[in-house]
């Protein structure tokens, strides 16, 4: 750590009390030396006569001395500027943990001094892993554990490495704790936690519901091949229903793309047959993983045996929010045009899906008719249920 | 083929063979996802259990009011619809209906040290439907 000439400058306003002394010594030496007559004899500081000494010669040695007092005197600014540079709290401790000294970045105030320094930690697990890391660094390692402290709406979290200072004899004398702040790095890691959890919460849940529609395809499946045929599909559907959460970050999707996106698999043979229709609905991801194996059923069957199945048919969605505050969504879906309707059997998994799980789910209300120019479903159900936000 | 709301709880007694019961045991399932609880209903009525349905815990609330013949009460956590969560309809109902053994099911991990009730179960989601079969069968012999 050198000095400058810059620095001694500067550093002239914050002298110590031992520069203030040694310049002061300086000055009174410099009086007596002009006092002193003959000037062939002078006295060394240590009171020996010296006998060697001219005036010019003192007048050499007391600039050396100014100019290493300057140098003193910038060193320790430099020092001093350095600690105030670092964004860390840095602190010095007794042996036994006593704070001794600190810097201004510290989470403490010049209070702390002579406090002991692991109690100053709120949480007592917090105090035992402050103790542990003390008797490290008393033995010549170095300790380090991370921690909060401060008031719970602006509570701060810290990295904090404690390690020996050597005395000349390289046996730990005092020990330096730095304190830095991890806050962010700490909110970040508790975020991605967060999310993680969530996002094995949802894993399961889907894993649940793919596991429910394999069983219910199996249980209503006339055979092995068709059962993997309709499996495939529904599979694809839930697929293409996560895409569509996954664009509104798996909070809320538009009605409209939901049905965009269950019909997408059947559109390519329908130019112009199909219209959708409705003002703009956020759906919540529970519903909209339901409505759209409700559309793909509704689409398959017209594909096999309804609207979707001749050239002529065609297919309209349309929906409308209604009642008090428009609290109830209407949601009907007709086909028109194609060969005269055979009502399915009941009990498929399309229709139970329909039939029940949308008011089971969503305390609404679903009728499934089948009348000779082509099916028609009228759905009603509750927005607010509609829009919930867990899945 | 209109479904009404307010028909809950449906019954979709099956006849099955049941080792633990003469009867059919009847079990109360609250999930709030329709596909999951249709599921797991069939399930049950295929393992002989008599099955009455809820969609939330204000429902199943109102199900054990005015059914005191069921037996065991099977919840998922989570039902945003209801006035609580499962873990809340367990702990309340093991109050109010000490007699009525409680299994709690949920894709959320495991439950919490005060989550559950003394002596309740929990089966995390998705569950092999044998096992779903033989723990409920367990739980109504346990509290005959």
Same mark, same amino acid.
């Not at chain 1, 020990?175 to 970040?188: G, Q």
């Not at chain 1, 694809?236 to 965009?260: K, N, Q």
């Not at chain 1, 409705?278 to 509704?298: A, C, K, N, Q």
């Given at each position: 750590m050198v000095a400058r000439d810059t620095d001694a400058e500067r550093a002239s306003s914050v002298e110590t009390a031992r520069q203030q002394a040694i310049r002061e010594e300086i000055a009174r030496l410099r009086a007596l030396l002009h006092e002193a007559r003959p000037p062939h004899e002078a006295r060394t500081p240590t009171g020996e006569?010296? %006998? +060697?000494?001219s005036p010019a010669e003192w007048e050499a040695r007391l600039a050396t001395a100014e100019d290493l007092n300057a140098r003193l005197r910038a060193s320790e600014a430099f020092t001093a500027r350095l600690l105030a540079a670092s964004r860390d709290s840095i602190q010095v401790l007794a042996l036994d943990g006593t704070v001794q000294w600190l810097t201004e970045?510290? %989470?403490?105030?010049?209070? +702390?001094? =002579? @406090?002991t320094w692991a109690a100053s930690w709120p949480e007592p697990g917090d105090r035992i892993a402050a103790e542990v890391a003390l008797a490290a660094a008393r033995a010549g390692r170095t300790g380090r554990f991370r921690a909060p402290s401060g008031p719970r709406e602006a509570m701060r979290w810290w990295d904090v490495v404690v390690s020996p200072i050597q005395g000349p004899d390289g046996i730990p004398e005092r020990l330096l704790a730095v304190a830095r702040d991890v806050t962010e790095a700490h909110r970040a890691e508790e975020q991605q936690a967060l999310l993680m959890q969530e996002m094995a919460h949802r894993l399961k849940n889907t894993l649940a519901l793919v596991q429910a529609v394999a069983a219910q395809t199996l249980r209503s499946a006339p055979s092995l091949e068709s059962a993997m045929d309709a499996f495939n599909g529904r599979l694809m559907a839930l697929s293409d229903a996560h895409d569509v959460l996954i664009r509104g970050a798996w909070a809320e999707a538009d009605l409209a793309a939901v049905v965009e996106g269950a019909m997408a698999p059947h559109i390519d043979a329908m130019d112009g047959r199909f219209a959708a229709a409705g003002p703009r609905v956020g759906l919540g991801p529970r519903s909209v993983l339901t409505l759209s194996l409700m559309l793909h059923e509704l689409a398959t069957n017209a594909a096999k045996?309804? +609207?979707? @199945? @001749? *050239?002529?048919g065609r297919v309209a969605v349309t929906w409308a929010l209604a009642g008090e505050a428009e609290a109830m969504l209407h949601l009907r879906w007709e086909e028109s045009g194609g060969p005269p309707v055979v009502p399915p059997r009941r009990g498929g998994f399309g229709s139970r899906l329909i039939e029940r799980s949308l008011v089971h789910s969503f305390g609404g209300r679903v009728s499934l008719r089948f009348p000779r120019e082509g099916a028609v479903m009228d759905l009603e159900a509750p927005l607010a249920a509609m829009q919930d936000g867990t899945a | 083929m209109t479904s009404d709301p307010d028909r809950h709880p449906q019954d979709s007694r099956q006849d099955g063979p049941d080792p633990a019961c003469d009867a059919a045991p009847v079990v109360l399932l609250v999930e709030d996802d329709g596909l999951l609880l249709m599921e797991a209903a069939d399930t049950l009525a295929e393992a002989g259990f008599t099955v009455l349905e809820a969609p939330h815990a204000d429902q199943a609330l109102k199900v054990l009011e005015s059914r005191p013949d069921v037996e065991v009460l099977m919840t998922d956590v989570d039902m945003p619809l209801g006035s609580m969560n499962g873990f809340a309809l367990a702990r309340l109902v093991s109050r109010r209906w000490p007699r009525i053994p409680v299994l709690v099911v949920s894709g959320m991990g495991s439950p919490g040290p005060?989550?559950? *009730? *003394? =002596?309740a179960r929990f089966i995390p989601k998705p569950y092999a439907p044998s096992a779903l079969v033989r723990t409920l069968h367990d739980t109504v012999r346990r509290a005959a």
């Amino acid at each position: 750590m050198v000095a400058r000439d810059t620095d001694a400058e500067r550093a002239s306003s914050v002298e110590t009390a031992r520069q203030q002394a040694i310049r002061e010594e300086i000055a009174r030496l410099r009086a007596l030396l002009h006092e002193a007559r003959p000037p062939h004899e002078a006295r060394t500081p240590t009171g020996e006569v010296d %006998r +060697a000494a001219s005036p010019a010669e003192w007048e050499a040695r007391l600039a050396t001395a100014e100019d290493l007092n300057a140098r003193l005197r910038a060193s320790e600014a430099f020092t001093a500027r350095l600690l105030a540079a670092s964004r860390d709290s840095i602190q010095v401790l007794a042996l036994d943990g006593t704070v001794q000294w600190l810097t201004e970045a510290g %989470r403490l105030d010049a209070a +702390a001094i =002579g @406090s002991t320094w692991a109690a100053s930690w709120p949480e007592p697990g917090d105090r035992i892993a402050a103790e542990v890391a003390l008797a490290a660094a008393r033995a010549g390692r170095t300790g380090r554990f991370r921690a909060p402290s401060g008031p719970r709406e602006a509570m701060r979290w810290w990295d904090v490495v404690v390690s020996p200072i050597q005395g000349p004899d390289g046996i730990p004398e005092r020990l330096l704790a730095v304190a830095r702040d991890v806050t962010e790095a700490h909110r970040a890691e508790e975020q991605q936690a967060l999310l993680m959890q969530e996002m094995a919460h949802r894993l399961k849940n889907t894993l649940a519901l793919v596991q429910a529609v394999a069983a219910q395809t199996l249980r209503s499946a006339p055979s092995l091949e068709s059962a993997m045929d309709a499996f495939n599909g529904r599979l694809m559907a839930l697929s293409d229903a996560h895409d569509v959460l996954i664009r509104g970050a798996w909070a809320e999707a538009d009605l409209a793309a939901v049905v965009e996106g269950a019909m997408a698999p059947h559109i390519d043979a329908m130019d112009g047959r199909f219209a959708a229709a409705g003002p703009r609905v956020g759906l919540g991801p529970r519903s909209v993983l339901t409505l759209s194996l409700m559309l793909h059923e509704l689409a398959t069957n017209a594909a096999k045996y309804g +609207a979707l @199945s @001749s *050239p002529t048919g065609r297919v309209a969605v349309t929906w409308a929010l209604a009642g008090e505050a428009e609290a109830m969504l209407h949601l009907r879906w007709e086909e028109s045009g194609g060969p005269p309707v055979v009502p399915p059997r009941r009990g498929g998994f399309g229709s139970r899906l329909i039939e029940r799980s949308l008011v089971h789910s969503f305390g609404g209300r679903v009728s499934l008719r089948f009348p000779r120019e082509g099916a028609v479903m009228d759905l009603e159900a509750p927005l607010a249920a509609m829009q919930d936000g867990t899945a | 083929m209109t479904s009404d709301p307010d028909r809950h709880p449906q019954d979709s007694r099956q006849d099955g063979p049941d080792p633990a019961c003469d009867a059919a045991p009847v079990v109360l399932l609250v999930e709030d996802d329709g596909l999951l609880l249709m599921e797991a209903a069939d399930t049950l009525a295929e393992a002989g259990f008599t099955v009455l349905e809820a969609p939330h815990a204000d429902q199943a609330l109102k199900v054990l009011e005015s059914r005191p013949d069921v037996e065991v009460l099977m919840t998922d956590v989570d039902m945003p619809l209801g006035s609580m969560n499962g873990f809340a309809l367990a702990r309340l109902v093991s109050r109010r209906w000490p007699r009525i053994p409680v299994l709690v099911v949920s894709g959320m991990g495991s439950p919490g040290p005060h989550d559950m *009730p *003394p =002596g309740a179960r929990f089966i995390p989601k998705p569950y092999a439907p044998s096992a779903l079969v033989r723990t409920l069968h367990d739980t109504v012999r346990r509290a005959a």
